[in-house]
């Protein structure tokens, strides 16, 4: 429907009035509403009894949402103006609760609002050992630029931004959880947590605090039985893609198996332009590469690997610090029994990730080179 | 625990040579606490055994399995068809399990993963230390809680030898003499005249120098 400018109104302003009979069709995939949204308080004018302060309603107590009209309940925008949908959902469970109270004609305190209280869930070792990262912030262009031209103002933010403000986010309930009729009460968890999170009682079942693990994943590598799984990015699942990774580029050798921190900052076009500029590179990321172990550097090299390749994320953008030493320590393991193999420890090398993007080309040149003088892996694929 | 210790793995290699199919079977009480024998390190030490063999180009399928504990009868048979249809199988277990499995499947080679160590504590994660040498015949109760078979280099019982020096042991700097703990131990108790009845000469033969030894408990056994 097409608009056109009506008469001013008392401010002199035009507002866009719609022309009658200009509906018109679009031949479009997606729609986004884009729209301004405001309150439609007319219905309160035929509610004289609801206490209002201009158009909005007045939530007399605020913790029942009560209103001055005995038995109406208000929250959400009528109430507090524009605000978050989260906020309006939380106030309709809180009204809600407060309507139970009223209907049971009952004066039991409600509890205190969720907001106060969950926070303080986190125990003292999730807080005070991971690594704190400020929100991203998105760029505002400055004024004198704004009135130059006709860039974006507010800009949302770029993959990498994006992707480091997505992995702030807590792992509450992505966490480990210990199968009880494997688990054999072995400690190993409870003591390679950086968090401290495993708990153990008198006959060794072991605790795992779902709000407080944080995935990080030592446990599930380290549990010599394999009872302890983790929901985010499961270890099977990385093996798998692991070896559909291989199957798809066995026309190319050699193959220098790469595990890429996810921590790192990095996007998926960088992720792209590897795999255009390093064929023999079959890159992988990993939720921190203290995820990975000897069994999967060997895995790689059953799969037909000629080298395999650890990048660790920058030191500052590591959520676990204190899990970097054990990832030396177990390449250092890794080494010596590719050694007794004949493999030769050269062939698994670790580096660091650049501060921005996925590897420094100059380090991956030099690998690429030096593994393709080394030739194939001796094992015979 | 009983720890266990995984066996270089040059002299696993050499052991398992020419073994052909190979089943690498787990004990997952003592050893899988050890981080030496559970079913993780069997899928880690069965990835290495196949790259070598890749390599070798020796025919021969390397798989895994494991049980709770290879020392009982009960778990051992469960995986009676899977060793069945191996032609070897390598265990990951302490001497016991490794015994055991030779009793029940007497036509099939079994070859040790794991050196058995000792019995002990855990100090740390990956740090174990002796504290028992199954002797048979307890005297902690006269010795603050610290005992000198397990301890002492020289399993003296009447100690300390003319080798403690600050209180470290002569065969090395990092080794407490243990006989200097037992009198710092009494000491801060005030029970150091416990000391001054010696020792008799030890029986041994509780310890197995009386040839094997056999716990029965008649009112279970009959």
Same mark, same amino acid.
């Given at each position: 429907?097409?608009?056109?400018?009506?008469?001013?109104?008392?401010?002199?302003?035009?507002?866009?009035?719609?022309?009658?009979?200009?509906?018109?069709?679009?031949?479009?995939?997606?729609?986004?509403?884009?729209?301004?949204?405001?309150?439609?308080?007319?219905?309160?004018?035929?509610?004289?009894?609801?206490?209002?302060?201009?158009?909005?309603?007045?939530?007399?107590?605020?913790?029942?949402?009560?209103?001055?009209?005995?038995?109406?309940?208000?929250?959400?925008?009528?109430?507090?103006?524009?605000?978050?949908?989260?906020?309006?959902?939380?106030?309709?469970?809180?009204?809600?609760?407060?309507?139970?109270?009223?209907?049971?004609?009952?004066?039991?305190?409600?509890?205190?609002?969720?907001?106060?209280?969950?926070?303080?869930?986190?125990?003292?070792?999730?807080?005070?050992?991971?690594?704190?990262?400020?929100?991203?912030?998105?760029?505002?262009?400055?004024?004198?630029?704004?009135?130059?031209?006709?860039?974006?103002?507010?800009?949302?933010?770029?993959?990498?931004?994006?992707?480091?403000?997505?992995?702030? $986010?807590?792992?509450?309930?992505?966490?480990?959880?210990?199968?009880?009729?494997?688990?054999?009460? $072995?400690?190993?968890?409870?003591?390679?947590?950086?968090?401290?999170?495993?708990?153990?009682?008198?006959?060794?079942?072991?605790?795992?605090?779902?709000?407080?693990?944080?995935?990080?994943?030592?446990?599930?590598?380290?549990?010599?039985?394999?009872?302890?799984?983790?929901?985010?990015?499961?270890?099977?699942?990385?093996?798998?893609?692991?070896?559909?990774?291989?199957?798809?580029?066995?026309?190319?050798?050699?193959?220098?198996?790469?595990?890429?921190?996810?921590?790192?900052?990095?996007?998926?076009?960088?992720?792209?332009?590897?795999?255009?500029?390093?064929?023999?590179?079959?890159?992988?990321?990993?939720?921190?590469?203290?995820?990975?172990?000897?069994?999967?550097?060997?895995?790689?090299?059953?799969?037909?690997?000629?080298?395999?390749?650890?990048?660790?994320?920058?030191?500052?953008?590591?959520?676990?610090?204190?899990?970097?030493?054990?990832?030396?320590?177990?390449?250092?393991?890794?080494?010596?029994?590719?050694?007794?193999?004949?493999?030769?420890?050269?062939?698994?090398?670790?580096?660091?990730?650049?501060?921005?993007?996925?590897?420094?080309?100059?380090?991956?040149?030099?690998?690429?080179?030096?593994?393709?003088?080394?030739?194939?892996?001796?094992?015979?694929? | 625990?009983?720890?266990?210790?995984?066996?270089?793995?040059?002299?696993?290699?050499?052991?398992?040579?020419?073994?052909?199919?190979?089943?690498?079977?787990?004990?997952?009480?003592? *050893?899988?606490?050890?981080?030496?024998?559970?079913?993780?390190? *069997?899928?880690?030490?069965?990835?290495?055994?196949?790259?070598?063999?890749?390599?070798?180009?020796?025919?021969?399928?390397?798989?895994?399995? *494991?049980?709770?504990?290879?020392?009982?009868?009960?778990?051992?048979?469960?995986?009676?068809?899977?060793?069945?249809?191996?032609?070897?199988?390598?265990?990951?277990?302490?001497?016991?399990?490794?015994?055991?499995?030779?009793?029940?499947?007497?036509?099939?080679?079994?070859?040790?993963?794991?050196?058995?160590?000792?019995?002990?504590?855990?100090?740390?994660?990956?740090?174990?230390?002796?504290?028992? *040498?199954?002797?048979?015949?307890?005297?902690?109760?006269?010795?603050?809680?610290?005992?000198?078979?397990?301890?002492?280099?020289?399993?003296?019982?009447?100690?300390?030898?003319?080798?403690?020096?600050?209180?470290?042991?002569?065969?090395?700097?990092?080794?407490?003499?243990?006989?200097?703990?037992?009198?710092?131990?009494?000491?801060?108790?005030?029970?150091?005249?416990?000391?001054?009845?010696?020792?008799?000469?030890?029986?041994?033969?509780?310890?197995?120098?009386?040839?094997?030894?056999?716990?029965?408990?008649?009112?279970?056994?009959?």
């Amino acid at each position: 429907m097409r608009n056109e400018l009506g008469e001013p109104d008392a401010g002199g302003r035009r507002s866009p009035t719609p022309l009658p009979g200009s509906e018109f069709s679009l031949n479009v995939d997606t729609v986004i509403a884009a729209i301004g949204q405001a309150l439609d308080s007319s219905f309160l004018s035929n509610e004289p009894k609801l206490g209002k302060k201009g158009n909005r309603i007045v939530a007399k107590d605020p913790d029942t949402l009560a209103t001055t009209h005995p038995g109406v309940f208000a929250g959400g925008d009528a109430v507090t103006g524009p605000a978050t949908a989260v906020a309006a959902i939380a106030a309709g469970k809180r009204a809600a609760l407060g309507m139970d109270l009223y209907l049971k004609k009952a004066s039991k305190p409600l509890p205190e609002p969720e907001r106060d209280t969950e926070p303080q869930r986190i125990s003292g070792p999730v807080i005070g050992k991971t690594t704190k990262f400020s929100r991203s912030q998105n760029t505002n262009l400055p004024v004198s630029n704004r009135l130059s031209g006709f860039d974006e103002v507010a800009s949302v933010f770029s993959e990498d931004l994006a992707t480091t403000e997505a992995l702030r $986010c807590l792992h509450c309930h992505l966490g480990a959880k210990v199968d009880r009729e494997k688990c054999i009460s $072995c400690l190993t968890c409870v003591r390679v947590c950086p968090l401290e999170i495993p708990k153990a009682n008198k006959m060794g079942e072991i605790v795992i605090d779902p709000v407080d693990c944080q995935a990080c994943g030592m446990c599930a590598l380290e549990c010599p039985v394999g009872a302890i799984e983790i929901s985010l990015h499961p270890h099977h699942d990385m093996v798998h893609a692991m070896e559909k990774a291989m199957s798809d580029t066995s026309h190319i050798s050699p193959r220098i198996v790469s595990f890429f921190d996810l921590h790192g900052n990095f996007g998926a076009k960088d992720l792209e332009r590897l795999k255009t500029h390093y064929p023999n590179v079959v890159p992988l990321t990993v939720f921190g590469l203290r995820r990975i172990g000897t069994y999967d550097v060997l895995k790689a090299f059953e799969l037909g690997a000629d080298a395999v390749l650890l990048a660790a994320c920058p030191h500052e953008m590591d959520p676990f610090p204190e899990t970097r030493n054990k990832v030396k320590g177990r390449m250092a393991h890794a080494s010596a029994i590719m050694e007794a193999l004949g493999l030769g420890a050269n062939r698994l090398k670790t580096c660091d990730m650049p501060e921005k993007g996925l590897i420094l080309e100059t380090f991956m040149d030099e690998l690429v080179q030096k593994i393709k003088e080394m030739g194939p892996s001796p094992i015979q694929v | 625990v009983i720890t266990v210790e995984q066996k270089r793995l040059e002299e696993i290699l050499e052991m398992t040579k020419g073994h052909g199919r190979l089943l690498v079977l787990g004990c997952e009480t003592c *050893a899988a606490m050890s981080l030496s024998g559970g079913k993780k390190q *069997a899928e880690e030490l069965a990835s290495a055994i196949r790259i070598a063999r890749k390599q070798s180009q020796e025919e021969g399928e390397v798989f895994v399995d *494991a049980v709770a504990r290879q020392c009982e009868p009960e778990f051992v048979d469960l995986v009676e068809k899977e060793v069945e249809q191996s032609r070897a199988v390598l265990s990951l277990a302490c001497g016991a399990g490794v015994q055991l499995l030779a009793e029940r499947f007497p036509n099939k080679v079994i070859i040790p993963g794991c050196n058995t160590t000792f019995l002990g504590v855990t100090e740390k994660l990956g740090v174990w230390s002796e504290r028992c *040498a199954g002797c048979g015949n307890c005297i902690l109760d006269k010795t603050g809680g610290l005992c000198p078979i397990a301890r002492c280099a020289k399993q003296l019982l009447n100690g300390p030898c003319g080798g403690s020096t600050n209180g470290k042991c002569e065969i090395s700097r990092d080794v407490d003499c243990v006989w200097q703990l037992i009198i710092d131990r009494l000491t801060r108790l005030d029970r150091l005249e416990i000391l001054e009845e010696i020792f008799p000469v030890k029986d041994w033969s509780p310890a197995g120098h009386g040839g094997p030894r056999k716990m029965v408990r008649e009112d279970l056994a009959s």
